[in-house]
């Protein structure tokens, strides 16, 4: 067997493999005799694998096809996943800009960032994706963290039937804005409440059934205890409801961490599929992964607001969680409210779930074989499901 000291290495460029025309770098090794170590010791050459650099896309606008090398760099021409879902939907703008409207710069060079990073000038741009006559009952299907509206796509051909299903995308995730924190919006759960105040407004002047998942579930419960009027009813997706649920689960708490957090953000495996497939059975396809990557693989503006909101949901999911207990648990609580619970959830523990419904007289849906994700553990099962609570309400009232 050779031994380190018998040979020494120099890392020179290899040939670029077909099709990939990123800036990507690439090396091999090449041995050199040990009695020339003394004379080249160790070169490093590096080039561009691409001769044309017009084709890398750093910053690249959702209309470019098929995903992106983990450099940010194009590396297919065809359709995508992600640009057949943008092509469904539309922006819908909703929520003051807050803040000077100063141009946000990058927190560590302080150098002016990119249009992705930056609010915008009146009002933010929501990502929507509508199914079903406007003429029909609304149904507003709002994402967990870190998620996306795409994670409803089986539910909204279930929906469009009976009703209006709109997804959206939250800001700070999807292809909804995604600015800069502290340039026009900060990602405090606080901010949330009143921005999905200002969504709700803009997308129907009718009373509407929200359905949220998971960790964004207490936004929509404070919303919802200012807006009971406005609701038809509410429907929630494993959210945090007992004292235990307050804690962030380690695959999102180390999002929030100094520099590690931020580097974990910008990673879109770990921000992406390490986060989905940790959470519950939920086995994530290739083509379906791409479409979670993007956000992250086109620009560092995701990575930034997810990295903001984990810090956020770190210091107040506390407070929050004890407020939705007593909101929920409170007399003039009039909005019907259903929870439906993935029993596999690796997150979100079930004990203390079903006392909790039982003693403030919500109904309880138990789904067995699905976890945190449950739309996308059994989207059409869900889709059903929700279908039939919202039917059911309606020939009630």
């Known amino acids: 067997m050779a031994t380190l000291h018998s040979h020494c290495f120099r890392m020179v460029p290899c040939s670029p493999p077909a099709r990939i025309p990123s800036p990507l770098h690439r090396f091999c090794l090449q041995e050199y005799p040990q009695d020339q170590v003394?004379?080249?010791?160790?070169?490093?050459?590096?080039?561009?694998?691409?001769?044309?650099?017009?084709?890398?896309?750093?910053?690249?606008?959702?209309?470019?096809?098929?995903?992106?090398?983990?450099?940010?760099?194009?590396y297919s021409d065809e359709p995508s996943p992600a640009d057949e879902w943008f092509k469904k939907g539309k922006f819908v703008k909703a929520h003051p800009v807050s803040g000077t409207g100063e141009k946000?710069?990058?927190?560590?060079?302080?150098?002016?960032?990119?249009?992705?990073?930056?609010?915008?000038?009146?009002?933010?741009?929501?990502?929507?994706?509508?199914?079903?006559?406007?003429e029909n009952s609304p149904i507003v299907l709002l994402h967990g963290l870190p998620s996306q509206a795409y994670s409803y796509r089986k539910i909204l051909p279930i929906l469009e039937k009976n009703y209006h299903a709109i997804a959206v995308d939250w800001l700070g995730f999807g292809f909804s804005d995604k600015p800069q924190p502290r340039y026009g919006f900060d990602y405090t759960l606080d901010e949330y409440v009143a921005s999905l105040e200002s969504l709700i407004n803009a997308l129907t002047d009718k009373k509407v059934t929200l359905v949220?998942?998971?960790?964004?579930?207490?936004?929509?419960?404070?919303?919802?205890?200012?807006?009971?009027?406005?609701l038809n009813g509410l429907i929630l997706l494993n959210p945090p409801l007992t004292i235990k649920h307050a804690n962030l689960p380690s695959s999102l708490s180390v999002l929030s961490?100094?520099?590690?957090?931020?580097?974990?953000?910008?990673?879109?495996?770990?921000a992406s599929d390490k986060t989905l497939l940790s959470c519950g059975?939920?086995?994530?396809?290739?083509?379906?992964?791409?479409?979670?990557?993007?956000?992250?693989?086109?620009?560092?503006?995701?990575?930034?607001?997810?990295?903001?909101?984990?810090?956020?949901?770190k210091k107040q999911l506390k407070g929050y969680?004890?407020?939705?207990?007593?909101?929920?648990?409170d007399n003039n609580w009039s909005v019907q409210t259903t929870v439906c619970w993935g029993q596999r959830d690796r997150w979100l523990s079930f004990d203390g779930v079903e006392d909790f419904?039982?003693?403030?007289?919500?109904?309880?849906?138990?789904l067995p074989m699905t976890g945190h994700h449950v739309q996308e553990d059994s989207g059409e099962e869900l889709g059903q499901l929700i279908a039939g609570i919202v039917g059911k309400r309606s020939s009630i009232s």
């Open 212 to 230: 949220v998942q998971g960790y964004f579930s207490p936004i929509a419960i404070k919303y919802a205890s200012n807006h009971q009027e406005k």
């Open 321 to 329: 969680v004890e407020d939705t207990r007593a909101l929920l648990m």
């Open 104 to 134: 946000a710069k990058d927190p560590i060079f302080g150098l002016t960032m990119g249009g992705s990073s930056q609010a915008s000038s009146d009002l933010f741009r929501w990502f929507s994706v509508e199914s079903g006559s406007a």
């Open 38 to 74: 003394r004379k080249k010791l160790l070169r490093f050459h590096c080039r561009s694998s691409s001769d044309n650099n017009e084709e890398y896309l750093l910053d690249a606008p959702v209309s470019i096809g098929d995903g992106f090398s983990f450099s940010g760099g194009k």
């Open 281 to 313: 059975p939920y086995q994530i396809k290739e083509d379906v992964a791409m479409v979670y990557r993007r956000p992250y693989l086109t620009s560092g503006s995701a990575g930034f607001a997810l990295n903001a909101i984990s810090k956020a949901m």
């Open 257 to 270: 961490n100094f520099l590690l957090g931020e580097i974990f953000c910008q990673d879109p495996l770990r």
């Open 357 to 366: 419904c039982k003693e403030s007289k919500h109904r309880l849906v138990e």
